[in-house]
């Protein structure tokens, strides 16, 4: 005793265990001191009552099943006579609110309700880890398992109860419908009463002969009961199987702690003690009946609370003002938060806007630089036509003067047969169709004149390439008095199509045929001729203006695109430089090169390449070889 007195007083803690060893043996000293000063048994008659509630459960648990519990009290407590009374979960409550029990043996579920309602105090707790390896249903530990017919292969999970009818024996019943709750509502699937729900009632077996009779797709067992039953294990099985540890028992839910023994307020302490130090010396018998110090009940309150059955069936719905209360250093805390998410979001979004505000200045600043380069563009394209145009405006009014010349001539020929009196109608109509000829020839060159003057903004078609080749062959010709032989050779096919500005490419065309005229114009008739040269690879169409003029040295070649540079004495070094921009803006090139690289050679080759539209532009990729035109 002064030992277990040095528990308390000791100022180092103590563990637990060593704690709960200590307590047991004072109460199983304070019994053994009890029956000491016992005297001997007096007949049953004539001993107090001691009535000890049994919640009853099954068919097949008659109040003997625990009469071992009753024989042992008996005889450790002579003086007491202990009787065993089975009941429902609303007799076990009546008798307990009557106060005609003294102790209470039941499930944790009815006695965490008794003990919020009535008071009860739990004392020791059924112990598993004692006796049988293979619990019994009474002494396992507290679990649902839900069975199906074997049959019913679609039913593995939990998860698969939903919308399905389920077997219980009620919803008051600890093992037999709220544990099985608790471990779905994560799942988010909810049982109803009016739809998924049939209460069977007890004994717990009905609710497996629902199952087998079919009125229910699934039913909730006690943990254990089913191996019980050796009769429903080939038509039954357990829906999402765990096995209890040390024991052949399936689960489909967590575990809880087992059935405690508890006392009502009105029992006597002495007895009470007297009780507890008896049991927890009980050894186990041979159907593993046991008892150990009480177990920890904080899950069953979690799991009621989590359901709100029980004391948590009414809890007070939480205020606000409760809560501030209650959380405010956290709520002061998430505030100050809040609070500087805010002011780093403004400053956030102010950056933002003043960079966005920057950057769109910048990109307004480069689209005005953009359009004033388009412009200058535009307008240096439409100075170096204008500029051709002066250089052949002395051919383009001798070519004017052909047409004019020969109304002229065919006026005055109809004024001299009217003097001489030899008009006719047949006359008449010979110079006049004649005059309207050369009238419309007249037109015509004026209008190809204006429209390649014209200054208009590009614009990108599909064009075919021998057209434009032709079209500025004959707009070139039709500038000048006395055209040289131009010699077009075609090897395109008939359907091929480039995207371009149309008139760009012929402004660079009868640019390149104008500079090989002025090389030419001046050497013997044999080296007068031009030629066209038209082919495509794989990627590209190809326009090569050859003549068979003075070659340019390497080194003229390389400054030859440049802005300003000219070989011509009344040039103004702006035509190939335009050119070479055409092409470069339509994805293409404009290259120079001898006609014949072999020494000794003559002639130049400018080539113009132009992207096919079906497929990737590859600049830096130097044109195909041109077809040799001796064997074309």
Same mark, same amino acid.
């Given at each position: 005793?002064?030992?277990?007195?040095?528990?308390?007083?000791?100022?180092?803690?103590?563990?637990?265990?060593?704690?709960?060893?200590?307590?047991?043996?004072?109460?199983?000293?304070?019994?053994?001191?009890?029956?000491?000063?016992?005297?001997?048994?007096?007949?049953?008659?004539?001993?107090?009552?001691?009535?000890?509630?049994?919640?009853?459960?099954?068919?097949?648990?008659?109040?003997?099943?625990?009469?071992?519990?009753?024989?042992?009290?008996?005889?450790?407590?002579?003086?007491?006579?202990?009787?065993?009374?089975?009941?429902?979960?609303?007799?076990?409550?009546?008798?307990?609110?009557?106060?005609?029990?003294?102790?209470?043996?039941?499930?944790?579920?009815?006695?965490?309700?008794?003990?919020?309602?009535?008071?009860?105090?739990?004392?020791?707790?059924?112990?598993?880890?004692?006796?049988?390896?293979?619990?019994?249903?009474?002494?396992?530990?507290?679990?649902?398992?839900?069975?199906?017919?074997?049959?019913?292969?679609?039913?593995?999970?939990?998860?698969?109860?939903?919308?399905?009818?389920?077997?219980?024996?009620?919803?008051?019943?600890?093992?037999?419908?709220?544990?099985?709750?608790?471990?779905?509502?994560?799942?988010?699937?909810?049982?109803?009463?009016?739809?998924?729900?049939?209460?069977?009632?007890?004994?717990?077996?009905?609710?497996?002969?629902?199952?087998?009779?079919?009125?229910?797709?699934?039913?909730?067992?006690?943990?254990?009961?089913?191996?019980?039953?050796?009769?429903?294990?080939?038509?039954?099985?357990?829906?999402?199987?765990?096995?209890?540890?040390?024991?052949?028992?399936?689960?489909?839910?967590?575990?809880?702690?087992?059935?405690?023994?508890?006392?009502?307020?009105?029992?006597?302490?002495?007895?009470?003690?007297?009780?507890?130090?008896?049991?927890?010396?009980?050894?186990?018998?041979?159907?593993?009946?046991?008892?150990?110090?009480?177990?920890?009940?904080?899950?069953?309150?979690?799991?009621?609370?989590?359901?709100?059955?029980?004391?948590?069936?009414?809890?007070?719905?939480?205020?606000?003002?409760?809560?501030?209360?209650?959380?405010?250093?956290?709520?002061?805390?998430?505030?100050?938060?809040?609070?500087?998410?805010?002011?780093?979001?403004?400053?956030?979004?102010?950056?933002?806007?003043?960079?966005?505000?920057?950057?769109?200045?910048?990109?307004?600043?480069?689209?005005?630089?953009?359009?004033?380069?388009?412009?200058?563009?535009?307008?240096?394209?439409?100075?170096?036509?204008?500029?051709?145009?002066?250089?052949?405006?002395?051919?383009?009014?001798?070519?004017?003067?052909?047409?004019?010349?020969?109304?002229?001539?065919?006026?005055?020929?109809?004024?001299?047969?009217?003097?001489?009196?030899?008009?006719?109608?047949?006359?008449?109509?010979?110079?006049?169709?004649?005059?309207?000829?050369?009238?419309?020839?007249? &037109?015509?060159? #004026?209008? $190809?004149?204006?429209?390649? *003057?014209?200054?208009?903004?590009?614009?990108? +078609?599909? @064009?075919? /390439?021998?057209?434009?080749?032709?079209?500025?062959?004959?707009?070139?010709?039709?500038?000048?008095?006395?055209?040289?032989?131009?010699?077009?050779?075609?090897?395109?096919?008939?359907?091929?199509?480039?995207?371009?500005?149309?008139?760009?490419?012929?402004?660079?065309?009868?640019?390149?045929?104008?500079?090989?005229?002025?090389?030419?114009?001046?050497?013997?008739?044999?080296?007068?001729?031009?030629?066209?040269?038209?082919?495509?690879?794989?990627?590209?169409?190809?326009?090569?203006?050859?003549?068979?003029?003075?070659?340019?040295?390497?080194?003229?070649?390389?400054?030859?695109?440049?802005?300003?540079?000219?070989?011509?004495?009344?040039?103004?070094?702006? &035509?190939?430089? #335009?050119? $070479?921009?055409?092409?470069? *803006?339509?994805?293409?090139?404009?290259?120079? +090169?001898? @006609?014949? /690289?072999?020494?000794?050679?003559?002639?130049?080759?400018?080539?113009?390449?132009?992207?096919?539209?079906?497929?990737?532009?590859?600049?830096?990729?130097?044109?195909?070889?041109?077809?040799?035109?001796?064997?074309?």
């Amino acid at each position: 005793m002064a030992w277990l007195l040095s528990l308390r007083c000791d100022p180092h803690p103590v563990p637990l265990a060593w704690r709960r060893l200590g307590v047991a043996a004072l109460l199983v000293l304070t019994g053994c001191l009890a029956q000491a000063a016992v005297p001997a048994p007096a007949p049953a008659e004539q001993r107090p009552e001691v009535r000890i509630g049994v919640l009853a459960f099954t068919r097949s648990e008659p109040p003997q099943d625990w009469s071992p519990v009753a024989r042992y009290l008996n005889h450790a407590l002579p003086r007491y006579h202990f009787v065993l009374l089975p009941l429902d979960h609303e007799g076990l409550a009546r008798a307990v609110r009557a106060g005609t029990l003294q102790f209470v043996l039941t499930n944790p579920g009815q006695y965490v309700e008794l003990e919020s309602s009535y008071g009860v105090t739990r004392l020791l707790t059924l112990d598993t880890s004692r006796g049988s390896a293979s619990p019994s249903p009474r002494t396992g530990t507290i679990g649902s398992a839900v069975v199906v017919r074997r049959e019913a292969r679609g039913l593995q999970r939990l998860e698969d109860l939903r919308h399905l009818t389920v077997a219980i024996v009620g919803t008051e019943a600890f093992s037999g419908y709220q544990i099985l709750a608790g471990a779905l509502q994560p799942l988010d699937i909810t049982l109803s009463e009016e739809d998924t729900l049939l209460s069977t009632g007890l004994p717990m077996e009905r609710v497996a002969e629902a199952v087998l009779s079919g009125r229910a797709d699934a039913g909730v067992l006690r943990t254990c009961l089913l191996e019980s039953h050796p009769e429903w294990q080939s038509r039954l099985r357990v829906v999402a199987p765990q096995t209890l540890p040390g024991s052949h028992c399936a689960t489909s839910t967590p575990l809880y702690p087992d059935w405690p023994i508890a006392t009502l307020r009105s029992t006597p302490q002495p007895l009470a003690r007297a009780v507890t130090a008896s049991l927890l010396g009980m050894e186990a018998p041979r159907d593993g009946l046991s008892f150990t110090v009480p177990s920890d009940y904080q899950s069953v309150h979690e799991l009621f609370r989590t359901l709100h059955i029980g004391p948590y069936a009414r809890l007070p719905e939480p205020t606000l003002l409760s809560l501030a209360r209650r959380y405010w250093p956290w709520l002061a805390a998430l505030l100050a938060l809040v609070c500087g998410w805010i002011l780093y979001t403004v400053h956030v979004e102010h950056l933002i806007h003043l960079r966005t505000a920057a950057l769109r200045h910048a990109l307004d600043a480069r689209k005005a630089l953009e359009e004033r380069v388009r412009q200058s563009q535009e307008q240096a394209d439409h100075l170096a036509r204008l500029s051709m145009l002066g250089e052949l405006s002395g051919t383009l009014a001798h070519e004017l003067n052909q047409p004019l010349a020969a109304i002229a001539n065919y006026a005055r020929s109809l004024i001299l047969r009217v003097d001489h009196h030899r008009l006719d109608d047949s006359a008449v109509r010979e110079a006049a169709d004649a005059m309207a000829e050369q009238a419309e020839r007249a &037109g015509d060159i #004026i209008a $190809r004149i204006r429209h390649f *003057a014209r200054k208009r903004p590009g614009s990108s +078609t599909l @064009a075919s /390439p021998s057209q434009i080749a032709r079209d500025s062959i004959a707009l070139f010709c039709g500038m000048l008095p006395h055209p040289p032989a131009i010699h077009i050779e075609d090897h395109l096919p008939p359907d091929l199509r480039v995207e371009v500005d149309a008139l760009h490419i012929q402004q660079v065309l009868i640019n390149l045929l104008k500079n090989a005229y002025d090389v030419t114009h001046l050497l013997p008739a044999a080296h007068q001729t031009l030629t066209l040269r038209l082919w495509a690879d794989a990627r590209h169409a190809h326009f090569a203006v050859i003549d068979d003029g003075e070659p340019l040295d390497a080194d003229t070649r390389a400054h030859l695109f440049e802005p300003f540079f000219t070989t011509k004495p009344e040039g103004l070094g702006l &035509g190939l430089s #335009i050119c $070479r921009g055409i092409a470069e *803006a339509h994805g293409g090139r404009l290259d120079a +090169t001898p @006609a014949d /690289p072999l020494p000794g050679s003559r002639g130049m080759r400018f080539t113009l390449s132009l992207p096919l539209p079906s497929l990737p532009d590859t600049p830096d990729t130097p044109p195909s070889p041109a077809p040799d035109s001796r064997h074309a």
